[in-house]
């Protein structure tokens, strides 16, 4: 690279943009084979890790949403000189901006593509906005068009969208009452009350007894709009759960551990969970616990109990 030529503090804005012209100027890479032509076993892999079971891809056509498995580079990848993507991260790496957060991905599919066909991608670097101050530091949006094609034609399209940053300073101390605050209406006011009063209320159906969450206007059992509430035990399992690291999100301490709690009731229920979460695992026992943020708002979070 050209960016050992120039002293670290002249890579500023100038030096980057002038960069990003040359990668630019390359266009568009030569045509990259996949290593192997589509084939059902690694469709059957794809299909039994999202859950998919339409019968058409059990047959020789395979997810448009495939695209991009076809054409990954391997675990010691031997990238294109003039990879475009790969270049102007080693561009903004070279400035200081040296984290990376992928932010946007767009895919349209032409046509399907068919078990024995082998597809090439070709990629070019479409643009580079920046500097941006963002939540999680200063940087620079980095944009690039993939393209797969089968022979000439083309199959699929992808722009893909990074965030190359600078990690900005945490801050210091979290302030919780800057998170993002719930909506409360006439639907959801019940609940809000019961966290203030630190029960778990749960929607009824006061017409046919069904029981619902998240709150809303009408029961969708048998369309009354006749509605109650109960009081839950407050105890369930971890259903699912994850575990953010980044960005910052206002009054939130990072990690945060969110988790789609099962109630004993049988609702789901999203919240955060506040202590125990370094064991937690799926079908962790967990107690909801009431989170006083200010007078005007209580959380229902959870803790894992075992
Ligand atoms: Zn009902």
């Not at 047959?59 to 054409?71: K, R, Y």
């Not at 029961?219 to 009081?231: E, F, N």
């Not at 690291?245 to 109630?263: D, V, Y």
Request: proline share 8%.
């Amino acid at each position: 690279m050209t960016a050992a030529a120039t002293p670290v503090d002249e890579r500023g804005h100038d030096w980057i943009m002038a960069e990003v012209e040359k990668m630019k100027a390359l266009g568009e890479t030569e045509p990259r084979l996949a290593r192997d032509p589509v084939n059902q076993p690694m469709i059957n892999n794809w299909l039994e890790a999202i859950g998919e079971t339409d019968p058409r891809f059990g047959d020789g056509e395979a997810p448009p949403a495939m695209a991009q498995v076809w054409t990954m580079y391997g675990l010691n990848p031997e990238r294109p000189a003039n990879d475009p993507l790969h270049g102007t991260m080693q561009i903004l790496d070279a400035a200081g901006f040296t984290s990376v957060l992928g932010t946007n991905c767009d895919q349209t599919y032409a046509r399907p593509v068919k078990v024995g066909e082998q597809v090439a991608i070709t990629t070019r670097l479409e643009s580079v906005v920046g500097p941006k101050k963002t939540g999680v530091g200063e940087g620079y949006f980095v944009t690039t068009e993939n393209t797969w094609k089968v022979g000439d034609e083309v199959v699929a399209t992808m722009q893909f969208r990074v965030l190359k940053f600078k990690p900005g300073a945490r801050p210091a101390k979290v302030d919780r009452t800057k998170l993002v605050r719930p909506q409360m209406n006439r639907d959801t006011a019940f609940f809000w009350e019961g966290t203030q009063a630190g029960e778990l209320r749960i929607q009824q159906c006061n017409a046919c007894g069904e029981l619902r969450h998240p709150p809303g206007p009408m029961c969708p059992a048998c369309h009354a709009a006749d509605r109650g509430y109960v009081v839950a035990s407050g105890k369930g399992t971890v259903f699912s759960f994850l575990v953010h690291h980044a960005p910052q999100l206002p009054g939130k301490e990072l990690p945060a551990t969110l988790a789609l709690i099962e109630l004993e009731e049988g609702l789901r229920m999203v919240g955060e969970v506040l202590s125990g979460k370094e064991g937690i695992e799926i079908g962790s026992p967990v107690q909801v616990v009431f989170e006083k943020i200010d007078d005007d708002l209580t959380l229902a979070q959870w803790e894992v109990t075992s």
